[in-house]
């Protein structure tokens, strides 16, 4: 018997070649839009069959397709892209201009380019039934809820996920005016318009009510150890309180008139103020003495800000329509942020890209700014129409993918990173002295200030994540 197997035992290949699977239609064809929910179909018939009923003295209620931002997703793509690299760079992340890189969006701080983080996308406007204007809003140190103050002395609780309500407290007899959260996140300082400071706890238990100046309180701003804190006041004084004790240390005085806004710096012995008297003042809360004055502005400086690389660089608004950027190191302006056309009310720092802030304006504009621009001067992005009246406050969230603003048209807004593949509906921002450009037949704008072709994966301002 020959030892070789027989040619019919023998498995070999297949003749026949099986044809290879690529996905043609999903590169051609245009994006097609979700269907649509069948809730709102039932609800619409709800309505029509109600309204010619006569609602059967019953008032009909609409059915609302709430939003959700929600950044675990972002996480969970950012975890599982690092896995599978075998060599990661942090400055070789940037964003595609289409729809298709919509689910591979990472969290803020994975981008080394701060046009990642432009929040442009309305994601919700919340109101109180009492309307009444937001004098502050600011978020939990957690993240998970929005705390506003109002005009009413009202706080409120919005859920940081679906932005639906939750609670309302009446915490002031007077408008709240500024309260601020301790950097260990368990304690909040709140102040009114009678200059009434008063303790709170996260569960909104008031622990501590005493009387912190006589005239209204215009700011409140722990130190690093959160063992003081220093309020600002219309009687053109600053002072420094001992939190464990509520014991006043120090007086400061040296402005001439209404302190309008304070901030103690993150790391260091050193508070700015600005005031109605157009003046600037560094302060040492150590000995209580005025360091430096800066003239830079020439009407009331109704905010600054602590900000930038290490905290070294300090931002004012004022009602002079200018912005100005101080280096405490050379003690000299940087910057004049010029592009609002009425006066600026409120600025606030990115928590993540240390060189993209963001102002509001008595007109109800919001404009963004960047310091690595190749003109910082020039606004980056401008919303004419974010609010109908003055955006009292700004406040990120700590992980830099919302923007929440307060304003006089009593609403309260929510604002989101836009996805890739172009503006969407509501968005109302324009990109100053920019041009639009094609990208394998998507159109996006782009603010080109890093002088990289955007078809070599520059990421400009276009490349917004939602």
């Not at 990642?116 to 009492?130: C, E, F, G, L, Q």
Request: hydrophobic share 30%.
């Amino acid at each position: 018997m020959s030892g070789e197997p027989s040619s019919a035992t023998v498995a070999g290949p297949s003749s026949s070649k099986r044809p290879a699977w690529s996905p043609d239609h999903l590169a051609h064809e245009p994006p097609q839009a979700p269907p649509i929910d069948v809730r709102i179909e039932e609800e619409q018939a709800a309505q029509a069959a109600a309204q010619a009923a006569g609602f059967e003295g019953r008032r009909a209620r609409k059915f609302l397709q709430r939003r959700t931002v929600d950044y675990f997703g972002t996480y969970m793509r950012y975890n599982l892209d690092r896995l599978h690299r075998t060599c990661y760079r942090h400055d070789d992340e940037y964003m595609r201009p289409s729809v298709h890189s919509i689910s591979k969006l990472h969290p803020p701080f994975a981008y080394s380019r701060s046009s990642t983080s432009i929040a442009t996308t309305p994601v919700h406007t919340s109101t109180n039934k009492v309307r009444c204007p937001v004098n502050i809003v600011q978020w939990t140190p957690e993240g998970r809820r929005l705390l506003t103050g109002s005009q009413s002395g009202e706080f409120t609780l919005w859920n940081g996920l679906t932005f639906n309500f939750e609670t309302i407290l009446q915490a002031h007899d007077s408008p709240v005016r500024a309260f601020e959260w301790s950097k260990s996140g368990v304690w909040l300082v709140s102040a009114d318009q009678n200059g009434i400071i008063k303790y709170f706890q996260t569960n909104m238990n008031n622990l501590q009510a005493f009387e912190g100046h006589r005239e209204a309180i215009r700011g409140v701003s722990f130190s690093p150890d959160d063992a003081r804190f220093v309020t600002a006041s219309d009687d053109s004084t600053l002072k420094i309180w001992a939190f464990d004790e509520a014991r006043e240390e120090t007086t400061l005085r040296g402005h001439g008139w209404d302190v309008k806004c304070v901030d103690w710096h993150p790391t260091k012995g050193l508070i700015v103020s600005g005031s109605k008297d157009n003046l600037v003042n560094f302060w040492d809360p150590r000995s209580g003495t005025n360091l430096a004055t800066l003239h830079g502005h020439k009407q009331t400086i109704q905010a600054c800000k602590w900000g930038g690389p290490s905290n070294n660089l300090v931002v004012t608004a004022s009602r002079d329509h200018f912005l100005r950027i101080y280096d405490i190191r050379a003690m000299k302006e940087l910057y004049t942020l010029r592009g609002h056309k009425n006066e600026v009310c409120s600025v606030a720092w990115h928590p993540v890209h240390c060189d993209l802030l963001v102002s509001g304006g008595s007109e109800g504009s919001m404009i963004y700014w960047s310091l690595q621009a190749e003109d910082p001067e020039a606004p980056l992005l401008a919303m004419d129409e974010a609010h109908n009246s003055n955006i009292w406050s700004l406040s990120w969230h700590p992980l830099g993918h919302l923007l929440a603003s307060g304003g006089n048209d009593h609403a309260t807004k929510f604002w989101a990173r836009s996805r890739p593949g172009g503006a969407e509906p509501g968005h109302s921002g324009h990109y100053p002295h920019q041009q639009q450009q094609q990208f394998d037949g998507y159109t996006f704008e782009r603010a080109d200030f890093y002088g990289r072709d955007s078809r070599g994966g520059g990421g400009g301002g276009g490349f917004l994540s939602g």
